[in-house]
């Protein structure tokens, strides 16, 4: 039996159609329908009274069946949730002026005026094959290469900060005036090959090449400290491809890695406590939602948003009748819907893929040429769960209890807790910090394997293994039903010992402990997270025992010990996400490759716009808008770039409709 294509329907009338319900989307929805004004009232509180939108005349079409885009907090039982997206806010701001997403929270009672903020927990460092930690030296030079990696990667910045300054000043230094010029750095990855070679020199350990070309120390350190350096160096790397979500850093433009900043310029990071999900949730579903927040005015309402609403073609250009801009989108189940307008916020993974055949006319081509110059990379997490809370009475396993297609009852602004009500919230799984546990892998620079243990080359870009942590989200006591001063739902804050603040320093190394919890992250990125989404259930499975047995240092949870181990590898649970495999985001966020620069950024975000004849002469109308965290080169590969754009692309349609 054949598949069959939809009957096109007769298209629905809107005035904006708004491409994807991520926070982009969703900010965009929100400023054109003012339908949460006490956002607003925080992010912009001298904002004009304009005529917006019923929230009628603008359609969110979301090809998933839930908000959030990227930001997705998945319950994984009755009590605990996990985010396979988002994890931090990168950047609070301040009171004055929030980072978006927080302000948001905020107005849900989602988060406090002073949430907390995200600590570095101790890393126990572990090699391959041994049980027991790192020696006193062998920690120190581990510190040492990280450190020179950090520093590394400030100087790039700081190198590129200074010249760009001398240029808009005209005090750079002049070749004819017999000034040393220093090499332009081209890509990061570049000014970190230079940075090795200098720690190495530093830690006097010299590289000599053997026969079949790959280096190996001949200086009084020994061979072992160089592999133990280098795995130290290729750790930091992998962190560092997390956090800017890139392959490689030889894969970074390295002018607009140096302009990218956290928000406000704090570097202060802070998990959101009932995970991004419920915030997406709050900005669909308007205050009026909230229970325990004032009566909203009754013009706010829920965002119309259509959910399994897959975009296939977006046609746009003049109406001939009348002069006005238009555009005509198309679904995979066949309905269609016309406006004057439309916000794109389709993810640049998307675009990449589908930009011939998704518009007509196709776009112009310095659109195209930003599509392509830009990158998306992939940065993954293997949840592992040991709790058995899969099992059904008797010891059966749920279906598909290793698939990340989870069954879950949701709602329509996205997935909640199994049996839960909207007013129950999730709060982090901070409590008790010191059962937080995070392994970093100090994976060596070989290729062999035993016939006994073989591991799929991907298995080594699992760098960190962290038992408990932000990723988590337990459901704890409800807030508080009274305001505070500041109008805002305060937390039940609970006891807090002084150790639940953890190491302070920027790299530190801990004493074992034994997880508490049953529950653990992996972090894999890159080429290795694509191998990764591609490989099945199984072999993931196979995979990651194998890694545990490959570092004997990694303790499993306290509550297990003592039972059998395979008994407990029988019942563990596995849930991964595929950001690069899901066609409806095909990465997980921006940054700009080496062929690119900051120009590519402005250029995707640019709105195309149609000459228009009017009595005042040509004016030239925006059709369609860019928006999404791609898109803004301060922020990009952020929630708050996303929300900042989708916002900035509503308020120049709102403008075009008072004009």
């Known amino acids: ?32 329908c003012n339908n949460f004004p006490q956002v607003s009232a925080i992010i912009d509180p001298d904002r004009q009274a304009q005529n917006f939108f019923c929230t009628e005349e603008v359609v969110i079409l979301e090809a998933s069946d839930r908000v959030g885009g990227r930001a997705h907090t998945l319950p994984i039982s009755d009590t605990l949730s996990v985010e396979l997206g988002c994890t931090w806010l990168h950047g609070l701001g301040t009171i004055e002026q929030p980072n978006p997403v927080w302000a948001v929270a905020r107005a849900a009672g989602l988060m406090s005026s002073t949430p907390q903020p995200q600590i570095w927990w101790g890393s126990t460092f572990l090699l391959p094959g ?125 002018i607009a890695r140096a302009l990218y900043t956290e928000f406000g310029g704090s570097d202060v990071h802070a998990p959101i406590p009932c995970g991004y999900q419920k915030v997406a949730e709050a ?128 709602s329509r602004f996205g997935g909640r807790s199994n049996g839960g009500d909207d007013g129950e919230m999730f709060h982090e799984f901070l409590k008790a910090d010191r059962g937080v546990v995070t392994y970093a892998l100090l994976w060596e620079d070989k290729e062999e394997a035993s016939s006994s243990e073989e591991l799929p080359q991907w298995a080594k870009g699992i760098f960190s293994i962290r038992w408990g942590g932000p990723e988590f989200k337990r459901k704890g006591p409800e807030f508080r039903k009274r305001r505070g001063d500041g ?5 039940d804050k609970g006891e807090e010992d002084e150790e639940s603040h953890g190491n302070t320093d920027e790299f530190p190394t801990s004493l074992s402990l034994r997880p508490k919890y049953s529950q653990a992250v992996m972090w894999i990125t890159g080429d290795a997270a694509r191998s990764m989404e591609a490989a099945s259930d199984i072999k993931v499975l196979e995979t990651i025992r194998a ?5 004997p240092g990694i303790a499993l949870p306290l509550e297990e010990n003592g039972v059998d181990e395979d008994l407990l590898w029988k019942r563990v649970r596995i849930i991964r996400s595929q950001w690069g495999l899901n066609p409806f985001t095909a990465g997980s966020y921006s940054y700009v490759g080496p062929t690119g620069s900051p120009k590519d950024v402005a250029a995707l975000a640019a709105p195309i716009t149609k000459s228009i004849p009017s009595d005042d002469g040509v004016g030239e109308k925006p059709v369609l808008l860019f928006a999404g965290e791609a898109c803004h080169v301060q922020y990009i590969g952020t929630t708050h770039a996303a929300y900042l754009t989708g916002k900035e692309a509503a308020e120049l349609v709102l403008k075009e409709k008072s004009s």
Not at 341 to 362: C, D, N, W, Y
Request: proline content about 4%; aromatic content about 6%; hydrophobic content about 35%.
């Open 283 to 410: 900005l669909a579903a308007g205050p009026s939602s909230f229970s325990y927040l004032e009566e909203a005015p009754t013009a706010c309402a829920p965002l119309n948003i259509k959910f399994k609403h897959e975009v296939e073609l977006i046609e746009w250009g003049i109406d001939t009748r009348d002069n006005s801009p238009y555009v005509l989108v198309t679904c995979s189940n066949g309905a269609r819907f016309k406006a004057s307008a439309a916000i794109i916020t389709t993810s640049l993974g998307v675009l990449q893929q589908r930009h011939e055949s998704m518009f007509l006319p196709k776009l112009p081509e310095k659109k195209v040429h930003a599509i392509e110059n830009l990158k998306i990379g992939v940065v993954d997490k293997i949840i592992i769960d040991f709790s058995g809370s899969h099992k059904k009475q008797g010891g059966e396993e749920e279906e598909d209890h290793n698939n990340d297609n989870i069954r879950e009852e949701s």
């Open 547 to 551: 890694v545990f047995k490959k570092f």
């Open 487 to 491: 109008g805002e739902v305060e937390f």
């Open 130 to 254: 041994r049980k027991e930690e790192l020696t006193k030296d062998e920690k120190i030079l581990v510190h040492r290469a990280i450190e020179a990696y950090a520093a590394a990667i400030e100087s790039i910045e700081t190198k590129i900060k200074e010249k760009e300054g001398q240029q808009r000043n005209g005090t750079g230094v002049n070749d004819d005036q017999g000034g040393e010029k220093e090499e332009e750095v081209k890509v990061v990855g570049a000014a970190l090959d230079a940075a090795w070679l200098t720690f190495l020199q530093d830690e006097q350990i010299q590289l000599h090449n053997h026969k079949n070309g790959r280096p190996s120390d001949k200086s009084n350190k020994g061979e072992a400290t160089l592999e133990l350096a280098r795995a130290a160096w290729r750790w930091r790397e992998q962190l560092q491809r997390a956090i800017d979500g890139c392959t490689s850093t030889h894969d970074v433009d390295a």
């Open 1 to 32: 039996m054949h598949a069959t294509t939809p009957t096109p329907q007769p298209p629905q009338s809107c005035k904006v159609v708004i491409i994807g319900a991520g926070f982009a989307g969703l900010a965009a929805g929100t400023t054109l």
